[in-house]
């Protein structure tokens, strides 16, 4: 086992505060918007002090040994885990299925633009799935209400609202592909230029105030307009899914699921990769043409993973993904089920993990890697760890 030294992402939109209160360290008075803990080839984790590799990217240390570290078969780490801390909300997003990652990074390479580039789209040619799981609330939108439940909340719109005039005649015929139609109308067509948008939250702001009104699918395109008043993405947030997470629950979003973080603390597991389509409701790079192609219109969206309970362990498993996760109370012995290449942190408490090949300690903050060759761990100690290992096959629900 190694003991890592995780990467710190500091997006104007992460919280000052949320993520090193969790983890035990002093506020810098920077945004603390994510911690990195895997292997992706623009932000490995270190190796930590105090190790013989220390100073070495994991990355670099699975490459010496692909086989050892991670299995018979696999050339890298299939997933990468963060902590989030939302104080604003994140772009509109979407992240293309294996097919599109592949073709996408050739081809952005084969012209010539550089990995970091603020118009890269395509950092690696890896899929990715993503589970966000709740430590504190969170909120986010993730994938589309129904097309006649959106079409009912246009209306009350359309008669100073030229914008929402025009969606709800896309919806009108109540299907999917309605609401694609209605998407690509608000991302990339005439009928969402400066004038439209802004008579757009102007009516949403009228319907706010109405007495007696529901103010749910009003609130937050009037919201996010205070920042981005211009934004395309403002028409698109009214058609989405809104969700309020508690601590412990979890969505699974499949690629291909538009999706935008809006506030809160949470653990993120994913597949290994950092390729982003934005739409909107952020100053980076944008291509909502291609979001719309991208967006898996005939998918699931949002699922709520598989939960099952052991004992100390409460494993949530994706369907179909390249990872899983379990949340862990230790205050004995506690024998983890979860096999391959493993990545650990201590949330609370003082945790030592044991396996064949050795032990390590792991204070509040602390993670580590255990390789695949290293079999099961045992964990002994008090304290609360979260732990990501390869996925396998499970059920779910959509949502």
């Known amino acids: 086992m190694l003991r890592l030294d995780h990467v710190v992402k500091d997006y104007p939109w992460g919280s000052v505060d949320q993520v090193p209160r969790l983890l035990g360290f002093e506020p810098t008075g920077r945004p603390v ?38 299995g018979a078969g696999a050339a890298e780490l299939p997933f990468l885990l963060k902590i989030l801390g939302v104080a604003e909300p994140l772009s509109l997003q979407v992240h293309p299925g294996g097919e599109q990652a592949r073709t996408g990074f050739a081809r952005e390479a084969a ?72 998407v690509e109308i608000a991302l990339t067509g005439a009928e969402a230029g400066a004038g439209e948008l802004a008579e757009f939250t102007a009516a949403c702001r009228r319907q706010l105030a109405a007495p007696g009104g529901d103010p749910g699918p009003y609130a937050l395109p009037v919201a996010l307009a205070k920042r981005y008043p211009a934004d395309r993405a403002l028409a698109v947030v009214m058609m989405m899914n809104h969700f ?47 979001v719309v192609t991208t967006i898996d219109w005939a998918g699931r969206g949002p699922i709520r993973p598989a939960v099952t309970r052991q004992g100390a362990i409460r494993a949530l498993r994706p369907p179909l993904a390249l990872f899983q996760l379990a949340d862990i109370r230790v205050g004995g012995p506690v024998e983890v089920p979860l096999s391959g290449p493993r990545i650990a942190l201590a949330l609370d408490g003082e945790v030592t993990a044991f396996t064949d090949l050795g032990s390590l300690h792991l204070s509040r903050g602390q993670s580590l890697f255990a390789m695949d060759a290293e079999g099961p761990i045992t964990l002994r100690g008090k304290g609360r760890v979260i732990l990501a290992a390869p996925g396998e096959k499970a059920a779910g629900r959509a949502v």
């Open 33 to 70: 918007a994510e911690v990195w803990l895997g292997a992706h080839r623009t932000a490995s984790a270190l190796v930590a002090r105090g190790e013989d590799d220390a100073g070495v990217s994991l990355r670099d240390v699975i490459a010496r040994n692909p086989a050892v570290c991670c």
């Open 111 to 182: 012209a010539g633009i550089a990995v970091d580039a603020p118009d890269r789209t395509y950092k690696d040619p890896n899929v990715k799935p993503e589970m966000v799981y709740t430590l504190a609330s969170f909120e986010l939108l993730a994938g589309f209400r129904r097309a006649e439940d959106v079409r009912a909340s246009l209306e009350p719109l359309t008669g100073t609202s030229r914008l929402a005039k025009a969606l709800a005649a896309a919806l009108a015929p109540g299907d999917r592909e309605g609401l694609r139609r209605a």
């Open 244 to 290: 309020s997470l508690a601590p412990g629950e979890a969505l699974y979003l499949p690629p291909g699921t538009l999706h935008a973080y809006l506030r809160g603390l949470a653990v993120e597991v994913m597949g290994a990769s950092d390729n982003v389509l934005r739409a909107g409701l952020t100053a980076k790079y944008t291509d909502p043409a291609r």
